[in-house]
């Protein structure tokens, strides 16, 4: 093979591998992000979350940036929204929970 071939394919060859490497790391880190970003967005007051530190906690205010969060009752800490990573689902009312019958 000339020069010009070997130069040729280690082009593709790097290519290919830049390619590879957008696809396995760089794309689905930006999709997490993207979905990280639009939970954060859509919090609401009284919604359960859970923050980077891994607090369990309810959203108590929204003001800008920050979010109120009640980690007990009556006790209320500033976060910055970005430090919420995940909003838990509500839990079932008590009239949706399915009643269990166990033989006695």
């Known amino acids: ?8 394919q280690q082009i593709l060859f ?13 794309r689905p880190q930006r999709a997490r992000a993207r979905a990280l970003a639009q939970v954060q967005a859509a919090l609401a007051v009284d919604s359960q979350v859970i923050t980077t530190a891994g607090i369990h906690a309810r959203v108590a205010a ?9 980690i007990a ?3 209320q800490v500033r976060f ?7 909003v ?8 949706e929970q399915p ?4 033989p006695a």
């Open 99 to 102: 009643q269990t019958n166990e």
């Open 80 to 86: 910055a929204r970005a430090a919420v990573v995940r």
């Open 88 to 95: 838990l689902p509500e839990p079932p009312s008590s009239s």
């Open 73 to 75: 009752p009556g006790v």
């Open 14 to 26: 790097f290519a290919l591998l830049i390619l590879g490497l957008y696809l396995l790391a760089i």
């Open 62 to 70: 929204i003001d800008g940036d920050d979010v109120v969060l009640e």
């Open 1 to 8: 093979m000339d020069d010009g071939g070997q130069a040729l």
